[in-house]
């Protein structure tokens, strides 16, 4: 009785990208393709599908869930970037911070840009999206994906984020930053460690370094002049990546707090940081994931610091 991956048993998510298209012009296309729409899920269970069966989400309107075996790289709607393959948990960071259309924002660590591209659709591609990231061959790859997303809206730079200028005119206007820095990716299904092959000690020391560097850019990403709001993401389970970070910048900023969200969401920040969400296969039905969600609520946050 082999056992399939826990990765194998989640469910296909495609979030529709709304600079091409519609959700009602997607279900009708898949529907013509022989799918066959269940509406609305109301719950987890309703993500038990089917071959060829899917329902719409019940937190993220644009996003469709379909059978773990679904493959779309060959589909129409993927090739013309209709439709692009997201976790569910990792279209959550845009969703949150929610951009006004217009606004000037950052995605600090941003290859290879499906987060991007879902805040470039939120934003209508009206605004400006500075995008950041350290390696140049994964940047290559989100010009790529932004390309065929139909993205307008974006400035990328190959560049560490922690050199960038918050004071440098071109940010004067930033107002929001999406932060999904590098992290162990313990959250991944596919790359988890099997426990009894990890060597604690270096995965110890793995884990110190990964956090301080997360520390350093929730740090940065708050010095922007004009910054209103900064979703914190990593596809981590450990609290080290995740609340621990989260907490550490809070006291050292003392201007901002975190913003309670989705009071309906099944798996919330480890106590005593509930205002934050986690995701995981047995909760949410998508690999593991944290979002934190910190916005300006004072003058004192607008001091240098
Ligand atoms: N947000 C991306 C998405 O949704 O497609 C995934 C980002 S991935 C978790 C982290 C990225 O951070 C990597 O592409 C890595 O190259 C980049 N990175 C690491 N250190 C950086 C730094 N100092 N400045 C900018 N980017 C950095």
């Known amino acids: 009785n082999v056992q399939q991956p826990a990765g194998d048993r989640l469910p296909r998510y495609a979030r529709v990208n709304t600079l091409k298209t519609t959700v009602e012009d997607t279900v009708d296309y898949l529907k013509r393709d022989g799918f066959s729409y269940l509406g609305q ?17 019940m937190h993220l309107p644009e ?30 960071p845009a969703f ?3 951009p006004t259309p217009g606004s000037h924002l950052i995605d600090a660590c941003a290859a290879p840009g499906n987060k991007s591209s879902h805040l470039a659709a939120i934003l209508k591609n009206k605004g400006r999206l500075f995008a950041f990231d350290l390696d140049a061959k994964r940047l290559a790859t989100m010009s790529t994906l932004l ?6 809206c974006q400035q990328l730079a190959n560049q560490d984020f922690l050199k960038v200028d918050p004071e440098s005119p071109q940010y004067k206007d930033v107002e929001y930053v999406l932060l999904d820095p590098s992290c162990s990716g313990s959250g991944m299904v596919c790359l988890r460690d099997d426990a009894s092959s990890v060597d604690q000690e270096k995965n110890q020391a793995r884990l110190a370094s990964l956090a301080s560097f997360q520390l350093r850019c929730l740090n940065h990403g708050l010095r922007f002049p004009r910054l209103k709001r900064l979703v914190y993401s990593t596809c981590s ?39 934050c969400l986690r995701a995981s296969t047995t909760k949410t039905r998508t690999h593991g994931f944290f979002v934190a969600l910190l916005e300006r609520y004072s003058e004192a946050g ?4």
């Open 41 to 57: 899920a109301s719950r987890l269970d309703d993500f038990t599908l089917k071959e060829k069966s899917f329902v719409r989400d």
């Open 63 to 92: 996003l469709l869930v379909f059978s773990p075996k679904t493959d779309f790289h060959d589909h129409f709607l993927y090739k013309a970037g209709h439709i692009i393959l997201q976790d569910k948990a990792s279209c959550l």
């Open 96 to 98: 949150l911070l929610n």
């Open 147 to 152: 390309l065929r997303a139909g993205v307008t």
């Open 237 to 275: 389970i450990h609290r080290q990546e995740n609340e621990d970070v989260v907490a550490a910048c809070l006291q050292e900023n003392p201007g901002f707090r975190l913003v309670p969200l989705l009071g309906q969401w099944p798996e919330r920040g480890l106590e005593p940081l509930t205002q």
């Open 302 to 305: 607008n001091k240098k610091q």
